[in-house]
Nanobody, 126 residues
Framework: LQLQASGGGLVQPGGSLRLSCAVS????????IGWFRQAPGKEREGVSC????????RYADSVRGRFTISKDNAKNTVYLQMNNLRPEDTAVYYC????????????????????WGQGTLVTVSS
C-alpha cells in the first residue's frame, strides 16, 4: 500500500487548489482514506475523510463548506478540492489510508491509519 500526494502550492487568500492522493496496492472500494494537515508548531489534524464507497464522509468544522473530498475508483485516486482558501489553511497536507472502514467518530484519529503519503505543502498568502 502506497500513497502519493500532490497538488500543493502557493495560492492567494480566496483561491483554490485541488490535492490528489494516488493510491496503489489498495482499493478505494474498501477501507478509509483521509486528508490531514500539520501547520508549523501545531499537531496534525484531520481535515476530511471518506469511508469505502463514500458511505461516510467527515469534514473538520474549519473547512466544511469550503473543502470537498471525492474519489475516482477507476483512477484509484482521492481528491481534496479546496476553495476559498485562508491563511490559516497553510500547512503540509497528508493523505492516509487504512484497510478498516472507520466509523465517523474515529475518522480523525491518526493512530488508526497505517499508511501515510509524503505530504504536500499548501501556502495561502498574499
Amino acid at each position: 500500500l502506497q500513497l502519493q500526494a500532490s497538488g500543493g502550492g502557493l495560492v492567494q487568500p480566496g483561491g483554490s487548489l485541488r490535492l490528489s492522493c494516488a493510491v496503489s496496492g489498495f482499493t478505494l472500494a474498501s477501507g478509509t482514506i483521509g486528508w490531514f494537515r500539520q501547520a508549523p508548531g501545531k499537531e496534525r489534524e484531520g481535515v476530511s475523510c471518506i469511508r469505502h464507497g463514500g458511505s461516510s464522509i467527515r469534514y473538520a468544522d474549519s473547512v466544511r463548506g469550503r473543502f470537498t473530498i471525492s474519489k475516482d475508483n477507476a483512477k484509484n485516486t482521492v481528491y481534496l478540492q479546496m476553495n476559498n482558501l485562508r491563511p490559516e489553511d497553510t500547512a503540509v497536507y497528508y493523505c492516509a489510508a487504512t484497510t478498516r472502514g472507520l466509523i465517523w467518530s474515529s475518522m480523525f484519529e491518526t493512530q488508526y491509519y497505517n499508511t501515510w503519503g509524503q505530504g504536500t505543502l499548501v501556502t495561502v498568502s498574499s
